[in-house]
């Protein structure tokens, strides 16, 4: 199953017909989802945090998780709340996780396309598996 | 495996007709420069600039920084499966152009590339301040789509400091370097006293942007495995990799990695040094498991006393960083890692994306999220468009003045995990 809020991950996939959970919000809104459903026994299968890209430097995040849900995964919650405890201390005191940049409309487009690369060698091992 | 690294030192870079090196100077004919790195159909508006070190220029957005280097005798060429065949280098002798870089810059996505300040406070940052830089910028075609851009971009800047390398075949070095590594049960024979090291070269390998490429295969599809460390002083190792600038490792770097130079000086004095275990940093958390099993097992396979793991980038590379520790000390081995931190601007915050207690032996490279102010320079090369959002920047980064405001992630270099730099800390 793929979690994201990135539209262009959502062409893609609605395209190649995958199991998509589509999040109208933020990064932080994506990765919540992805804990919910790590509560409910499912085990995350590509790593919540991207690589070398700052959880306030992009809007966009795609998350692949197992389509079945188990017994609670202890190693994916374990990831989660490490990546939630960083993504804590990037946030203001008024508890928000604050961009500091505003995305220029002509860089949206090259986000979306990182955040999709960098997800698409595990949407195709998801789909091997379903 | 022996290489006779012949190093020319240059002291200034000019242009001129018939590239070639006069005295300690090197002379770049532009047109056979443009002739021998052109004719990509990916790319137009090739530039060549030069940028000296001390001078008020600012290069941005960079993507690669490339020593020029040639094979004067042994298997191979440089830069192996990306210029030439795939031969097995590391072995005969190389020259190399030192104080020179090759500096690739143009953007390829609207964010992510970095900052060389020649001259200033940013200059301190980043080690290609102290180089004779030749910026080489291109710009796509329309159409070009951005992996092809990269993919061309790279090549690019291979093929000039292939070119530039050319111009050292026949001249003598200043100065001749001799690295040897021998096969493990002759080292351990040679050396018994001495406890037995190997380097962890972990590679960023993630997708566009972020991958790496190792005698010219794509390394997330590698799984780990053992190299003498002179393949990579010969170009085995070639970045493909422009996220993030100040803890990437540029090509400059893999043939200039200084944790095996240090290693190699220490070498048969207060340790021996087996050679070198890549591996990967993948998405997948399955991959990640298995490539750190196989980094662990290989440091057993090798008879390994102590390690030194080294990261590229940060975020979830951090887990494989970690992975990577806790497994090899579980095989009693050793271990201290070599990383930088994103700690908050005040530097308060958790370093790393993951820890484990076992990570006991820590060496930083400097906070990146730490924000520095660059004076505004007097020539640009590239452009400064893309400052607000490229990696490290932040709205309102370029003020009216033309000065910028970033964090030193935007600078290239300025906390590598190598430890390649000019910086140190100093308690008091």
């Not at chain 2, 070639?238 to 803890?247: E, I, L, M, P, T």
């Not at chain 2, 070498?267 to 591996?279: A, D, E, P, Q, S």
């Not at chain 2, 030194?308 to 271990?335: A, H, S, W, Y």
């Not at chain 2, 032996?361 to 959002?389: F, H, Q």
Request: charged share 25%; proline share 5%.
């Amino acid at each position: 199953m793929v979690i994201t809020n990135n539209p262009m991950v959502k062409n893609h996939l609605e395209k190649n017909h995958n199991n998509l959970l589509w999040v109208e919000g933020s990064y932080e809104d994506v990765l919540l989802e992805v804990r919910n459903k790590v509560h409910l026994g499912h085990h995350i299968i590509s790593h919540p945090l991207a690589g070398s890209i700052k959880p306030y430097e992009t809007p966009y995040r795609t998350v692949v998780i197992s389509d079945k849900a188990e017994a609670l995964h202890m190693q994916s919650l374990e990831t989660l709340e490490q990546v939630f405890a960083l993504l804590n201390s990037f946030k203001g005191k008024d508890g928000k996780l604050h961009s500091l940049r505003t995305y220029r409309e002509d860089d949206l487009p090259d986000l979306q396309l990182i955040d999709l690369d960098l997800i698409k060698p595990v949407m195709c091992k998801s789909e091997e598996s379903l | 495996m022996k290489l006779e690294l012949g190093k020319v030192f240059i002291e200034d870079v000019q242009f001129g007709g018939k590239t070639h090196v006069d005295g300690h100077v090197l002379v770049v004919d532009h047109r056979e420069l443009l002739e021998a790195i052109g004719g990509d159909e990916h790319l137009w508006k090739i530039r060549v600039d030069l940028a000296h070190p001390g001078e008020s220029v600012r290069i941005t957005p960079v993507k690669d920084v490339i020593e020029p280097r040639v094979k004067v005798k042994g298997h191979g060429e440089i830069f192996p499966g990306m210029l030439g065949k795939v031969h097995t280098v590391g072995n005969g002798r190389t020259h190399a152009m030192k104080n020179v870089a090759v500096v690739t810059a143009g953007k390829v996505v609207g964010f992510q590339e970095g900052i060389i300040d020649m001259s200033g406070p940013g200059a301190d940052y980043t080690p290609f301040s102290k180089t004779h830089n030749i910026v080489i910028t291109a710009e796509p075609k329309p159409g070009v789509k951005p992996h092809d851009h990269e993919a061309a971009l790279r090549t690019l800047g291979l093929k000039a400091a292939a070119f530039l390398g050319q111009a050292i075949k026949n001249v003598e070095p200043d100065e001749i370097k001799v690295y040897e590594t021998m096969a493990p049960r002759e080292a351990a024979e040679l050396y018994p006293d001495l406890p037995r090291v190997g380097y962890v070269y972990m590679l960023q390998t993630q997708g566009l942007l972020h991958d790496t490429y190792v005698y010219g295969v794509d390394a997330k599809k590698l799984v780990p495995t053992v190299m003498y460390p002179t393949e990579i002083m010969d170009g085995a190792i070639v970045s493909g990799n422009c996220v993030s600038a100040c803890d990437k490792n540029p090509t400059y770097i893999h043939l200039n990695n200084p944790v095996i130079e240090d290693l190699y000086e220490e070498h048969g004095k207060t340790l021996n040094f087996l050679g070198v275990i890549i591996t990967n940093e993948n998405v997948t958390l399955a991959d990640k498991e298995r490539s750190s099993n196989w980094t662990a097992k290989l440091c057993e396979f090798m008879g390994l006393d102590g390690v030194i793991v080294t990261q590229e980038g940060f975020g979830n590379p951090d887990t494989d960083l970690i992975m990577n520790c806790r497994k090899i000390e579980e095989k009693g081995i050793k271990t201290v890692i070599v990383t930088d931190e994103y700690a908050g601007r005040d530097g308060a915050s958790q370093s790393l994306a993951d820890a484990d207690p076992k990570a006991n032996a820590v060496v930083t490279n400097g906070n990146a999220n730490e924000t520095i102010i660059l004076p505004d320079m007097n020539r640009l090369i590239g452009t400064t468009a893309y400052v607000d959002s490229i990696a490290g920047g932040f709205a309102g980064s370029l003020r009216e003045d033309g000065s910028i405001e970033v964090e030193l992630q935007a600078i290239t270099g300025a906390t590598n995990e190598t430890g390649f730099g000019h910086l140190s800390a100093v308690a008091y």
